[in-house]
């Protein structure tokens, strides 16, 4: 072994080297205050090595990277792990780079002959902010794109930015240039010009040695052990709140895939907030409020920042620093708040946020399946439960309701014009229809034409004389009509109740109930009156009647005012297969354990 | 480095203090390095493809005459993430041996992986990449081939419309499978 280490030493000089690590004059002897420098080397190796084998798993494209993110987060051993280490630990390095500057300016460390040294720290600072900004885009959903979107639009609004953000994100609009470029800055350009200036910045703080807190307690000592010891300690220390700020969260979180068509609550990561804050300020507002305060502001406060070693030689020089230092941060704590307190009180963006959780949660549940090779935006755009409400929301909800609201739980002080749909073509949905006491409530038929119509009458006159077995023969009909629609609701009760249901078809097109006086049923009867009720509330059936529910086999000319959703070509085909599907209930429901 | 006087060198009592920093260190670069090489070794937990039969084509489109017809083979495919359904994932020379009995060989050279064309005029089988050549059965004909096994034959069933698996069926299906090139006997790949 020693002969193996003299042979090395002897072409490489490593014992000399290893001996100018190890054995660095500490001023004063070992101090817990001297750690901080070392802690940001330890998050750095910490990114590097996650880093790596996250990129083993990343795929930067737009039809890819979330996918790539999602497998790493739900799919892989320990992939949360290595993932959450990479997220949380980029946020610690953001604390420990403020404490890190703070200790210099406080301890008057970037005053001669280290002024180099200083501006190495700063460029550090700003290279370690700008790995946090392309980071954050690269799983591509929601919140990275929503927020990295807003950071790219700024540069394109200085002059001539319009060509920097192009060349910055690759083309004209977001798309997988986007991530090639900024997966190269973070993964390979930012990190190498990090290495080779914190390579500068060790050589020259060796070169100077530290800045001693005096008086010295003790005399001087050497870096090892005693310092290299508290050194770990410290970062064991780091280490140990990254851990559990990941295992408490389970990871970063991951957010439904980036989707420009969708609304989204944007926000910058909370150690970009203030800037997020102060550009809300009322004096930062137009156009050029707007450059002067995501551009000017934060370049005269760097430059300030970079002077400080010219500013500390003055009399008063070191205490504006400190003033300045410590109301740069006050100032940013206060915008942050700001921003949190704003967003806490902000119902609309918390109601925002609550939406895309439940889409992210959603679009998880549906990628355990396998995603399609367009992409895991596919599985939400085709997913019932997460477009049906919006369709109807917005073509559906003037007229109708659904369980009392538009589908998105927002009730409508509108009028209400058609009837509910929630449960539409159930058992207990049909039983209310034809209950005297309820036809003509706006439940049904309240708020339309067909209020005190024919099959008003016919609830109200008829039903309501029903003796014991015609009453009993209507939970047969009823029976045997809502099975038409085959909901998975009732897919139980339905074959449970098969003789009954037979029982019931026959009863539908018997003299007793009259359905077919009006009604079409199974080819007996006419639809001149009336709609078909064959395959009544089935997929088949509800489409045609959204498609178009003045076609002789629904309402004809008697429809009330519903446009022919696909003849007028409101919706397309597929959108009116989505509502139909959403709500029949038809959707994939994941097993829950 | 420029300190103005050399420090002393630790003695032995700092052992503990020493041990303490290596062992740390240790640990803090170990945790993040351990749960990443878990991360890499993901793919060992993960299972192949299944080989199940798959619907390959009619049983009249192989040639009566012993011709060796290929034919690509369309099965879900599960590539990390996506699932992908009909995708082509290989071919299949298909051969009818018998009435009601057809054989099955995958397009793969077993050396390589490279893929084998079949010379109908000189009804055997050719490898581009080595020159190899193989009998209609599959077995190695040139004794040069680097080839260490026959082609791999694949298990056929022979299924009317309906699905169920007959002698008489019309429907052509293949289990198929891909196996590790290069060694001496048949591993799913």
């Known amino acids: 072994m020693k002969a193996l280490l003299d042979w090395i030493d002897h072409r490489t000089g490593s014992k000399k080297l290893l001996h100018e690590l190890l054995f660095e004059n500490v001023p004063g002897g070992a101090r817990w205050r001297y750690a901080w420098g070392s802690t940001l080397i330890f998050c750095f190796a910490i990114q590097v090595i996650t880093g790596i084998f996250l990129w083993l798993a990343y795929s930067p494209s737009s039809q890819t990277a979330w996918e790539s993110v999602y497998f790493i987060q739900h799919q892989m051993w320990g992939g949360w792990f290595v993932r959450g280490l990479h997220h949380y630990t980029a946020q610690a390095m953001t604390v420990l780079l403020a404490l890190h500057l703070m200790q210099v300016v406080i301890d008057g460390a970037y005053k001669a002959p280290r002024e180099i040294n200083f501006w190495t720290g700063v460029l550090l600072l700003l290279l370690v902010l700008a790995l946090s900004l392309t980071g954050y885009l690269l799983p591509w959903d929601q919140k990275g794109y929503g927020a990295t979107a807003v950071a790219t639009g700024i540069v394109g609004i200085v002059p001539g930015g319009g060509y920097l953000e192009r060349l910055l994100i690759g083309a004209s609009t977001y798309g997988h240039h986007t991530l090639t470029r900024f997966f190269a800055l973070h993964a390979g350009i930012i990190p190498g010009a990090i290495i080779a200036f914190i390579v500068a910045h060790v050589y020259l703080f060796r070169r100077h040695g530290l800045t001693p807190k005096l008086p010295k307690k003790k005399p001087d000592a050497a870096f090892w052990p005693d310092q290299v010891f508290r050194d770990a300690v410290v970062c064991l220390a780091v280490l140990v709140v990254i851990v559990f700020f990941n295992i408490r969260s389970h990871g970063a979180g991951l957010d439904a895939p980036a989707d420009p068509s969708e609304p989204y609550p944007a926000r910058p990561e909370w150690y970009f907030l203030f800037l997020f804050q102060m550009l809300k300020l009322p004096i930062f507002k137009g156009h050029l409020g707007e450059i002067v305060g995501a551009m000017l502001v934060p370049a005269v406060v760097m430059a300030v920042v970079i002077a400080m070693p010219y500013i500390g030689r003055t009399v008063r020089g070191h205490r504006f620093n400190l003033g300045f230092l410590w109301a740069s941060l006050g100032a940013m704590a206060a915008l942050t708040y700001m921003a949190m307190n704003d967003d806490r009180n902000n119902p609309s963006f918390q109601a925002d946020v609550q939406a895309a959780k439940r889409q992210a949660e959603r679009v998880i549940a549906l990628a355990g399946n396998g995603i399609p090779t367009t992409g895991a935006i596919t599985l939400l755009r085709n997913d019932p439960l997460t477009q049906g409400p919006k369709i109807f929301a917005l073509n559906c909800a003037s007229c109708h309701r659904f369980d009392g609201h538009d589908g998105l739980g927002v009730v409508s002080k509108e009028a209400i014009k058609g009837a509910d749909l929630k449960d539409f073509a159930s058992r207990e949905w049909l039983a209310g229809l034809l209950d005297p006491e309820r036809v003509d409530s706006l439940h049904y038929f309240g708020g339309t034409k067909a209020k005190g119509g024919k099959m008003s009458k016919f609830v109200k006159d008829d039903v309501a004389g029903f003796d014991a077995l015609q009453k009993a023969e209507l939970v047969k009909g009823i029976a045997a009509l809502s099975a038409e629609a085959g909901l998975k609701s009732q897919k139980a009760i339905d074959q449970r109740d098969d003789a009954l249901i037979l029982e019931g078809r026959k009863l539908l097109v018997g003299d007793s109930l009259t359905c077919v006086d009006c009604h079409e049923y199974r080819g007996v009867g006419d639809t001149s009156v009336a709609p078909d009720l064959t395959g009544y509330g089935s997929r088949e059936w509800l489409i045609a009647f959204i498609s178009d529910p003045s076609h002789p086999r629904f309402y004809g000319a008697r429809n009330d005012r519903m446009p022919s959703f696909a003849t007028e070509k409101i919706l397309t085909p597929q959108e009116i297969g989505l509502v139909t599907d959403w709500i029949r209930r038809e959707w994939y429901e994941p097993n829950k354990p | ?189």
């Open chain 2, 1 to 189: 480095m420029v300190p103005s006087s050399l420090p002393p060198h630790p003695d032995r009592r700092n052992f503990l203090t020493k041990a303490a920093a290596v062992v740390i260190g240790g640990v803090v670069t170990l945790i993040p390095a351990a749960a990443g090489l878990l991360v890499f070794f993901d793919p060992l937990r993960r299972k192949s493809d299944a080989g199940g039969f798959v619907r390959v084509g009619t049983l009249s489109a192989i040639p009566e005459n012993g011709v060796a017809q290929k034919v690509q083979v369309l099965k879900t495919k599960t590539d990390v993430w996506n699932v992908v359904p009909d995708e082509p994932v290989g071919a299949v020379y298909l051969q009818r041996i018998a009435p009601g009995k057809v054989r099955a060989l995958n397009a793969k050279c077993p050396h390589a992986g490279c893929f084998v064309n079949f010379k109908p005029g000189e009804n055997k089988f050719h490898c581009p990449c080595h020159d190899s050549t193989f009998a209609m059965d599959g077995q190695i004909l040139n004794p040069k081939s680097p080839s260490p096994r026959p082609l791999d034959e694949l298990e056929v069933q022979l299924r009317a419309p309906d699905g169920t698996v007959t002698p008489d069926g019309t429907e052509v299906y293949v289990k198929f499978q891909n196996y590790r090139v290069g060694l001496k006997n048949k591993e799913p790949a």
